[in-house]
């Protein structure tokens, strides 16, 4: 059946069971659920209703099963049998296979359309399958009077799985029974005794509900289901929570805990409290199985890029889930062409509407409401990414490479800043632009610029190459690093290759008409080799600056791309880049040598390439770092504060650069988070990043703000914040999440800072 004898139990064995006692009733709610279920399909019809078919209907069920008139009637109203040829061979079938008139009552009671079922062509072969699977007349009887709809069921394979859930639960409900009455009969820990803790468990999850949405969630071992409510515990979940979550969301006790560390880390790292995880855990559980780097891509544009706050995103997290390319940033673009022409006033219109509508719908209320029809064919071809004036002209996304361009030749020109720079800036976006002043002192905090003469003449190229002001204005908006670029070196280069590359995806060609430059030819034909394995134009792009051996080289290129394809690697992610580093700059013997150094502790191949996959840097790791004795070394500490070897494993394969942590530096880290912070060890199992973390830049200043915040009753001892929201965020974050939040004590707040920037690291 692909469910094992005790997967009900097993789902459950680490719920802690405090809400409900053992002492519940017997009789299983989910049974009753099953009962009353419409979930199966079934292959079988009633018949036409009549007041001949209703009083023939109730007349037989009277007398052929002894049921109450009133029963009968009631029954009558969900089937009408017009003779007793066929519910006859229908209870005689039945009666065959050892059920009881008993039994034949609960089962027409709960199931009556059984009674217009094909007898021999459809129930006599499934009673016959599930004898065949060692089922007896009397646990077949049991289980099927229990829930008769499991007879509705067509195929085999789900007839088994709903069979075995159910015969399962009656079992242990049984044994629920016998240890109430005797209950020293079991000894403590024993397999049975888990088992009827796990099915009290049960009571408490509307399983049903879950099994319907998800049924393979039955099938995670207890293992797997252990790790899921322990990464959930330490991510900050408390019981409740975990279980409106298993309930809302099955799919996620499949997740990997590195996914969903990582999905419930990036949010509390990007600002979002624990609060807000809650509420976004509520409306959408789907984003915990998100990747990180999308978590964080879509919250960055639409805080950073489009100025929305955080808790709009709370209120509707659904927009984790759109599209970033297909959804999102079309209309994103749209709202801001519309505020930069003052159509829409200073403030951004909340996000539900903008977002979570139908593109009928969202066109309708911002584009095809104007009477201007030019502003509406303008919105149009930047809501679909077309230029209908210039067909040569660039995307609207391709200022995101030429930012990329510019910070890294030209960073400093950026940073300029002071009162005038910040004057001038904004009164040359007014006068230049039209922006509005609001707008103007915004874009001013992101870049500051004293003359017009780079502005000028960045705007200029622009004109010349046919974009409208309206465009301009919605690139500079989302852009304005933009304006301090060198016009002639830097936003010209590559132009041919990055309008190839859009053009050519936009009619789904491979082929590239490339240009060659020399030195640059090696560039541009391993930047298209990347392209065809399908890399995304935001990472094709600032390759083009990029000096690095594993992009401008030659030799072996096409030999290192096979193997990271192979080793499966995804070239949508960054990871791909880092591996086809390493990969190139290794030679065969080298990483040989590496890999034995790894099997000799007991790693198998297997788990090398999820840790290379993981953290591919690792093979790089200098040759005294893993040689054998270091690596025994590290695990000798690690067993030494406690970890067991499937933690010290764990860490490994989700941090491989720990093996090569010297072992004074683990056991400091580990016994001030441990000891003086009172974090469990399995936190620091969960999450090793914090091992290489710096004890006096980070960990130190940190806990000395949440010891005083525990100090002043503001956080309880008890409930310390998860070790990855406190220490693996960056600064800024950190600093929004425990010390700006209390900006009505300025007083409190700069007490915080000083401990935090330094006055107590010398007590550390």
């Known amino acids: 059946s692909g469910l094992n004898h005790y997967h009900c139990a097993v789902m459950f064995s680490l719920i802690p069971h405090g809400r409900r006692s053992i002492e519940l009733p017997l009789r ?94 459809s129930l006599s072969p499934k009673l016959k399958f599930l004898k065949s699977r060692g089922a007896s007349s009397s646990e077949l009887s049991e289980t099927l009077s229990k829930v008769p709809r499991i007879l509705g069921v067509k195929k085999e394979k789900s007839i088994s799985i709903y069979y075995d859930f159910v015969r399962d639960v009656i079992e242990a409900d049984k044994s629920l029974e016998y240890v109430k009455l005797r209950p020293s009969s079991l000894p403590q820990g024993s397999q049975q005794e888990n088992k009827l803790r796990n099915v009290s468990a049960l009571r408490d999850l509307d399983v049903w509900a879950m099994f319907k949405k998800y049924p393979p969630f039955l099938n995670n071992s207890e293992k797997k289901v252990t790790q899921t409510i322990e990464t959930l515990k330490m991510c900050g979940l408390q019981e409740d929570e975990i279980l409106s979550l298993f309930e809302k969301f099955p799919q996620c006790i499949s997740y990997s805990e590195e996914k969903m560390e990582k999905a419930i880390d990036t949010l509390l790292c990007l600002g979002f409290s624990k609060g807000d995880l809650t509420v976004i855990l509520k409306r959408f559980p789907q984003f915990i199985g998100l990747s990180a780097e999308s978590l964080k891509e879509k919250t960055e544009f639409l805080v950073k890029e489009m100025n929305w706050p955080l808790k709009a995103v709370v209120s509707t997290p659904a927009v984790l889930g759109y599209s970033l390319e297909k959804r999102t940033v079309p209309r994103c673009n749209v709202i801001k062409a519309l505020m930069t022409k003052g159509l829409l006033g200073s ?30 064919a303008e919105l149009m071809a930047t809501f679909t990414g077309k230029k209908k004036k210039n067909k040569k002209n660039l995307d609207l996304k391709w200022p995101s490479f030429i930012v990329s361009l510019n910070l890294s030749r030209n960073a400093s020109s950026s940073s300029a800043s002071g009162l005038k720079g910040k004057n001038f800036t904004v009164s040359y976006l007014v006068d230049s632009l039209s922006f509005t002043p609001k707008l103007a002192e915004s874009i001013s905090k992101k870049v500051t610029f004293d003359d017009k003469s780079r502005p000028d003449s960045v705007l200029n190229l622009f004109k010349s190459h046919g974009f409208t002001d309206s465009q301009i204005s919605t690139i500079i908006t989302a852009y304005p690093l933009l304006l301090t670029a060198d016009a002639e070196k830097s936003l010209t280069v590559y132009y041919d290759f990055v309008k190839e590359v859009i053009e050519a995806d936009k009619k789904s060609t491979s082929t590239l008409c490339l240009p060659k430059r020399g030195k640059q030819e090696n560039k541009i034909r391993n930047i298209s080799a990347l392209r065809e394995l399908g890399m995304p134009q935001r990472m094709l792009f600032p390759l083009l600056i990029s000096n690095r051996p594993h992009i401008c080289g030659k030799e072996r290129f096409q030999e290192s791309l096979k193997k990271v394809v192979e080793m499966g690697f995804d070239p949508t992610t960054p990871r791909f880049l880092e591996a086809l580093r390493i990969v190139m700059g290794m030679n065969n013997e080298t990483v040989q040598e590496k890999v034995s150094v790894y099997k000799r502790l007991g790693f198998t191949a297997e788990d090398i390439l999820v840790m290379f996959k993981r953290f591919p840097i690792f093979l790089a790791l200098s040759e005294k770092k893993i040689t054998q004795e270091n690596i025994l070394n590290s695990v000798e500490t690690f067993l030494g504060l406690g970890f067991s070897r499937d933690e010290i494993a764990m860490m490994v394969k989700r941090l491989p650069a720990s093996i090569g942590y010297a072992g004074e530096t683990v056991k400091r880290k580990t016994e001030f988070v441990v000891k003086e912070m009172s974090w469990p060890l399995r936190a620091v199992a969960l999450f090793p990043q914090v091992l290489g973390l710096s004890m006096e830049k980070r960990i130190v200043p940190r806990c000395n703000v949440i010891k005083a915040l525990i100090s002043k009753g503001l956080i309880k001892s008890e409930l ?5 929201s406190a220490l693996v965020c960056t600064d800024q974050d950190f600093l929004k999440r425990y010390v700006r939040k209390h900006d009505e004590d300025e007083e409190f707040v700069a007490e915080l800072m000083a401990v935090f920037t330094g006055e107590m690291r010398t007590n550390k």
């Not at 951004?348 to 903008?354: H, K, N, Y």
């Not at 977002?355 to 009477?371: C, G, P, S, T």
């Open 347 to 376: 403030e951004l219109p909340t996000i539900s509407p903008v977002l979570a509508i139908a593109d009928e719908a969202f066109l309708n209320k911002y584009v095809r409401k104007h009477n201007d029809k030019k502003l509406v």
């Open 720 to 724: 310390l914040p998860s070790l990855s």
């Open 28 to 121: 299983l709610n989910l049974v009753n659920l099953l009962q009353n279920a419409s979930a199966f399909s079934s292959d079988v019809s009633s018949l036409q209703d009549g007041r001949k078919g209703k009083t023939f209907t109730v007349s037989y069920l009277v007398h052929s099963l002894g049921l109450t008139r009133k029963l009968s009637e009631t029954i009558s109203t969900k089937v009408n049998l017009e003779d007793k040829c066929n519910p006859d061979s229908v209870l005689s079938l039945l009666r065959s296979h050892g059920f009881t008139d008993s039994h034949l009552s609960s089962i027409v009671t709960n199931y009556p359309r059984l009674l217009t079922a094909d007898a021999e062509g």
